[in-house]
């Protein structure tokens, strides 16, 4: 039997949708990675584990016309996935985004036409050396995407309606902004994001232009603002009245400029008075809400615990149940990762889709700025000459797409850097392990922007 020398794997392209789900940003990397697959001399195989298309964003077509869309929409791809497959095998996995491919039969026959074998299970294993690797999707994992009833074509989870309803959505509605944003949404995890990002991306966006420069200044002054609440009160009620007296005099210090900044306070005094009384009620609003949600189970804080610790759970038993599994691969999260340990190492294989990074404004109460990024990545499995299995992460160069705005850029500081991932990993290696950083970016436990 052919021994394979190595693994390809990538996940999440979630290619295909309604009107601007459908466009592809990373359609020529992906073609160019193929066409080096098929160049490869190497004994190889790629796997695609889950969410290779977004059969879920299509709601204008049903069934198998949702395949012969994405065909019809992407002739290039299909002609390079039956270039590639002649050469080397492609193996796809459903995840939930495409999980119609486990539902249904027929797309085995499709997907065959064009060299891709589609197996319809949750999980599929292959074997590196002396070793096993574990690939799965991951959405099995996840409270909100878990497939209650595997193969069923029925068994949606919660996160098929929300999809339909609001990612489906916002693809169509999408071109109709000032700016061609709210496609992004599939983007923007996790999903309690959302509101944050609709918020910014309508005052940065969307506002009225005049509306946004009034506002402003009121939203720049508001910490300064609360200072001065702070001291007319205490002067109001006469506990201590220098505060004011020294911000009266400083002011009077610089004429007509002291005097515009005096009036804009006091504006912001009145603004500041008003969102406090009605923060009040808002606030035992909310508190009331988030019981009644907690008491149906809906919202739960400990499903807002980091996923990956979900994942490095799962492998930490995998690894101890069956000591022949080093390698736990997965992906859903978008997050990509290389985490070694005790037993193995757990890949995540992150995204091709275009990933967006939370900064906080520098300035004020302003809504916190997203920026957008591309981390195209793919991992290689692989054994050791020395009995080892090697974990190699590999990125495929994009630049950001720099779609901020200069008012955005302005009251932010610059999105910092994210931990490094390993170039390569190495375990079962005499029984050591070793990692090679380099400056490959972003892990599972990204703070920068969740």
Do not use: C
Not at 2 to 16: E, K, Q
Not at 209 to 234: H, K, Q
């Amino acid at each position: 039997m052919a021994v394979t020398d190595a693994y390809y794997f990538i996940s999440d392209l979630h290619i295909g949708g309604d009107e601007q789900l459908g466009k592809v940003d990373f359609l020529d990397e992906l073609l160019s990675f193929l066409r080096t697959l098929e160049a490869t001399d190497e004994d190889a195989e790629l796997i695609i584990n889950g969410d290779a298309f977004g059969l879920w964003e299509f709601t204008d077509v049903d069934g198998l016309d949702k395949f012969d869309a994405l065909v019809e929409r992407y002739p290039e791809l299909f002609d390079q996935f039956e270039a590639t497959g002649e050469r080397i095998p492609i193996t796809l996995i459903p995840g939930n985004h495409d999980y119609e491919l486990a539902a249904y039969p027929e797309y085995v026959d499709r997907l065959a036409e064009f060299n891709v074998t589609l197996r319809q299970e949750v999980s599929i294993t292959r074997r590196v050396g002396d070793y096993v690797v574990h690939v799965e999707h991951g959405m099995q994992r996840d409270p909100n995407n878990r497939i209650p009833d595997f193969g069923n074509p029925h068994a949606n989870p919660p996160g098929y309606f929300v999809n339909r309803q609001v990612t489906s959505r916002a693809g169509r509605l999408s071109e109709r902004g000032k700016f061609n944003w709210l496609k992004d949404v599939q983007a923007v995890t996790p999903m309690t994001q959302i509101p944050a990002w609709m918020l910014s991306n309508y005052f940065y966006r969307e506002m009225s232009p005049w509306l946004r420069y009034v506002s402003a200044p009121f939203l720049l002054l508001f910490n300064v603002g609360f200072l001065y609440v702070l001291a007319f009160a205490l002067d109001a009620a006469g506990l201590w009245s220098l505060p004011m007296d020294l911000i009266e005099r400083v002011l009077g210090l610089f004429g007509p400029v002291g005097t515009l900044v005096d009036l804009l306070l006091t504006a912001n005094l009145a603004v500041t008075l008003l969102l406090i009384l009605v923060a009040v009620p808002l606030f035992v609003f909310a508190r009331d809400v988030r019981k009644t949600l907690r008491r149906f189970g809906i919202d739960r804080p400990e499903e807002r615990e980091s996923s990956a610790d979900t994942y490095l759970t799962a492998a930490r038993e995998l690894f101890a149940s069956d000591p022949a599994v080093a390698v736990f691969v997965y992906g859903h999260t978008h997050r990509p990762a290389v985490t070694e340990i005790e037993g193995g190492v757990v890949v995540n294989t992150g995204t091709w889709l275009k990933r967006l990074r939370r900064v906080e404004s520098a300035f004020g109460v302003l809504p916190p700025v997203f920026y957008s990024w591309y981390q195209l990545n793919y991992v290689r499995v692989s054994a050791t000459e020395d009995g080892g299995v090697a974990v190699d992460y590999e990125l495929v160069e994009k630049s950001a797409p720099n779609e901020e705005t200069w008012f955005q850029r302005l009251v932010t500081s610059t999105p910092r850097r994210e931990a490094a991932i390993p170039s390569r990993t190495v375990v079962r290696s005499g029984g050591s392990s070793e990692s090679v950083a380099t400056e490959s970016i972003a892990t599972e436990a990204d703070t920068a922007d969740r």
